[in-house]
């Protein structure tokens, strides 16, 4: 201390500088500690920290009895006399809920699926789901829209009531650019319109849309004072995913933590906006992290991936497997195919849906990967506060280009897991919980009669579980990867910028 008060009065601009570069540094420090602290309150909402045991113990059980589409079709809504069109059929949710329809006894004839991607998923195409037709469609052309839509039906279901579920989108989760609204409202926003467009003309009398959870979610800021961040912590850093923003004016661009959910957002209101008597239509909201398939970017990218930075070891989180979140879909369907039901409170609103137990921590969801999967798997911890501030360089290089257009052709563009480094990350990547309160309402009361079928702790276990069958014995050269919903946007957004290019 005498030698820095010294330096002071020697020195007074060099020792101005060093107390900033302590204080900078004390700064960074908490907003580091606060990052990577369980906060009491959350805490006593969490489940009990996963064992191994107890992973052991439920892997153990569920060789013996598995979780899957047949062995839960006990709780799906009962059959109803109808076709159906799955937009993003192929998917995570999609695949489930077509999955589903054909365990409760739809005819694969009765069912047709339109998406962009070829149907690649092992349980369907080892099941009659591989009967269902799959209609190659791009719906951000209404052109390609309306032919998936128009083709004509087998005589057998051609004159049945028709259910469009839509859930085809891109997720780009970690972007809040204008650049990357623009890529996301062509899909998610006007693919959105086309598919309203194309369930009229084809006469379609219910729509189920799959939202985003993280719609509700605010930007959280860490860069605050130092007495707040100390006594309360960074601003928005737990938040409760819900409808409630649903019952207020659609919020501005920027006050939606990324450009995904400002175009979800606007997507949700343009479908349940259109609920009228002959078009009831509804949305669910899967919370924040969707798992049930090596698909999924929840378990599905850390079981693809060898080793997995972290820093998020303590961050509470709600999951929703896919096979819960198909199943809300179900149940809305079966309230709106009521021809009366347009004026029912549940007829042109959104439901946030998450699994039937309270949250979890990311470290024990990676936990669980380490211990139970046949293939190598570890985390590598990292500074949290270090991550934080090179995203906002990411970001920042990032956007140069979209400022200044001369640079495109000098600066190289960032690809794979470092474009997605940005500060919106940090806003999914933190404290979200949610609960089944309103969806799972009686539907007398309101709310869709939701029970989920699988727990979290369940569902992660048997995904693993089918992963190890999978892959034991498999040499690492023979081990499969698979593609994930993040990566897959990547890919449909370069498609479009060759085509652009193409036509110069």
């Keep these: ?23 900078l540094f004390m700064y960074l420090a908490l907003i580091n500690n606060r990052m990577c602290a369980l906060p009491d309150d959350l805490a006593k909402i969490t489940q009990p920290k996963w064992t191994e045991e107890r992973l052991r113990e439920t892997y153990t059980r569920l060789e013996k009895n598995p979780i899957n589409v047949e062995t839960t079709k006990a709780g799906l809504p009962p059959k109803l006399d109808r076709r159906y069109i799955v937009t993003g059929g192929c998917g995570l949710v999609g695949g489930y809920l077509v999955l589903q329809l054909l365990a409760r006894g739809q005819s694969p004839e009765s069912i047709r699926i339109v998406d962009f991607q070829k149907m690649h998923r092992k349980d ?3 099941s009659s789901a591989r009967d269902v037709e799959v209609i190659h469609t791009d719906v951000s052309s209404p052109a390609s829209t309306d032919a998936a839509f128009k083709k004509p039906w087998p005589k057998s279901v051609a004159k049945l009531p028709l259910t469009v579920f839509h859930t085809a989108a891109v997720i780009v989760p ?29 006469g379609a009398d219910v729509l189920v849309y799959t939202a985003s ?36 004016p659609l919020r501005p661009f920027d006050q939606f933590y990324s450009a995904y959910a400002a175009s979800k957002a606007t997507a949700e209101r343009i479908i349940c906006d259109a609920n009228c008597e002959t078009l009831r239509t509804g949305s669910i909201r899967p919370a924040n992290g969707i798992y049930g ?28 497997h896919g096979m819960n979140c198909s199943v809300a879909h179900l149940n809305f369907e079966a309230v709106l195919a009521d021809p009366r039901s347009s004026t029912a409170p549940q007829a042109g609103r959104p439901f946030a849906v998450t699994d039937p137990n309270p949250p979890i921590l990311f ?26 501030l090179l995203s906002y360089a990411i970001e920042a290089y990032i956007k ?64 693993l579980l089918d992963w190890n069958l999978e892959h034991q014995g498999l040499d690492k050269s023979a081990w499969i990867k698979y593609r994930s919903s993040v990566s897959m946007a990547d890919e449909i957004e370069n498609i479009g910028h060759a085509a652009k290019a193409m036509q110069k």
């Design 293 to 320: 398939h090596p698909t999924d970017n929840t378990v599905g990218t850390p079981l693809n991936s060898a080793v997995m930075p972290a820093w998020a070891y303590k961050v509470v989180n709600s999951f929703v």
């Design 213 to 248: 959870a993280s719609i509700a979610i605010r930007f959280v800021e860490f860069f605050i004072s130092p007495w707040r961040m100390f006594r309360r912590g960074p601003r928005n850093f737990a938040q409760q995913l819900n409808e409630v923003d649903f019952f207020r």
């Design 1 to 23: 201390m005498d030698r820095l008060l010294h330096l002071l009065v020697q020195h007074p601009i060099a020792g101005g500088a060093t107390i900033l570069a302590i204080g």
């Design 400 to 463: 140069l280009p979209q400022r200044f257009p001369v640079l495109k052709n000098i600066l190289p563009p960032l690809t794979g897991d470092t474009k997605h480094l940005q500060p919106a990350l940090f806003s999914i990547v933190t404290h979200l919980y949610a609960t089944n309160d309103p969806v799972s309402k009686p539907v007398k009361e309101g709310g869709l009669d939701y029970r989920g079928l699988v727990q979290t702790m369940d569902g992660v276990t048997q995904e």
């Design 124 to 126: 369907m195409l080892e």
């Design 363 to 388: 470290g024990d969801l990676w936990f669980a990967i380490e211990k139970l999967s046949v293939t190598p798997f570890r985390t590598m911890s990292l500074v949290a506060v270090q991550m934080l």
């Design 174 to 202: 970690s972007d809040r650019t204008r650049s990357a609204y623009t890529f996301l409202e062509r899909i998610n926003i006007e693919g959105s319109k086309n598919i309203l467009a194309a369930s009229r003309r084809a």
